[in-house]
């Protein structure tokens, strides 16, 4: 079936043509309606295996709820309320549960730049979490992957990013009274362990707790040890539109290890020395900035964990025994109804 999608917007956009005769841009058009494609149709392949996968223990559905509107320069500005982003999310309400004691709710940002909450990485996280009696949203905030090109380009890279995510946790209070609005707390990996921090950051009267796996913690840090070419994709003109030159201060004001004082959360990280994708020296970074700081929060760093940046989301001895050390720091402060804090 994908394959067949995939032949007929081929054969579509042939057949339609351009409004360009030159052949490299026609081209590159048709490359990104076909990858814009491929992931809607995997996007909608993956919700499939969520349904699948979690129906003995989940009670699933998929929302749409508001984002602020993207940045503008119209002028004058379009009337308030006229533009808000629409975002989707998975949500996720335990099977079996109480209907007299009010649960606790983890807001889940998910990992990778334009990326989205996927079956074969997280699904271990989401299990865990509705056997211990939690409800979960996992928003896929401006600039995921699956929703077309126009909210593909909408990214806002620790910007309103931190705000999509935001409305979800408020989206959820709004619509379950359940829900108990003191017992908030925030996750991430990679990308989505950046948005949690910045979050907290932001809102940290709205999150009794927070944890980061692996976080993206220094723009500065990490392009200098992955590139000049990487640095291009932060200065597209969709994304930052600008480099690590032009611009020093948006991207230190994008990263978690540049705002550690404003830390007032409870906080778990985790990272792992072997990790070829977020550095141990960019996350070092934030640890070292956080103590700078004068703040309480508890780290770990494995050495060499099987797996290396998805060490933790794997079947692995070492993936087990870490998950349990983040559901009981959890528990310290969102008391579900199946876990007890150590």
């Not at 814009?36 to 009670?59: G, H, P, T, Y």
């Not at 699933?60 to 940045?71: A, E, N, S």
């Not at 990778?112 to 979490?129: M, T």
């Not at 404003?262 to 970074?285: Q, S």
């Amino acid at each position: 079936m994908k394959a067949f999608l995939l032949a007929a917007l081929l054969f579509t956009a042939l057949a339609r043509g351009e409004e360009t005769n030159d052949v490299s841009i026609r081209l590159r058009g048709l490359e990104e309606g076909v990858s814009q494609l491929d992931a809607k149709v995997s996007r909608q392949m993956n919700e499939l295996l969520w349904f699948e996968r979690l129906r003995d223990l989940a009670i699933i559905d998929k929302v749409r709820f508001t984002g602020p509107p993207p940045h503008t320069t119209n002028d004058p500005a379009p009337p308030a309320g006229s533009n808000e982003v629409i975002v989707s999310a998975l949500t996720f309400m335990p099977r079996h549960r109480s209907h007299w004691r009010k649960l606790p709710l983890v807001v889940f940002a998910h990992s990778e730049i334009h990326g989205n909450l996927v079956s074969d990485e997280e699904a271990h996280v989401v299990r865990d979490l509705m056997r211990q009696g939690y409800a979960v949203i996992a928003p896929d905030y401006r600039g995921s992957s699956g929703y077309g090109s126009d909210f593909w380009r909408l990214i806002d890279y620790g910007g309103l990013e931190i705000e999509d995510v935001h409305a979800a946790r408020q989206w959820m209070l709004n619509q379950h009274q359940e829900i108990d609005s003191k017992r908030v707390g925030i996750i991430g990996w990679s990308h989505g362990g950046l948005i949690a921090l910045l979050t907290i950051f932001a809102h940290p009267d709205d999150y009794q707790v927070c944890y980061a796996g692996v976080p993206v913690s220094d723009l500065e840090e990490r392009i200098r040890i992955r590139g000049k070419g990487y640095e291009q994709l932060f200065a597209a003109p969709y994304h930052l539109g600008k480099t690590l030159a032009e611009a020093p201060e948006e991207y230190r004001r994008r990263s978690p290890a540049w705002n550690a004082a404003k830390l007032r959360t409870p906080l778990l990280i985790h990272t792992t020395t072997n990790d070829e994708d977020v550095n141990i020296v960019e996350v070092k970074k934030m640890i070292t900035a956080l103590q700078a700081a004068g703040k309480d929060f508890k780290y770990r760093i494995y050495t060499n964990a099987p797996g290396g940046h998805l060490f933790n989301r794997l079947d692995t001895e070492t993936a087990t025994q870490s998950r349990q050390e983040i559901w009981h720091f959890l528990a310290g402060y969102l008391h579900p109804k199946n876990v007890s804090a150590k």
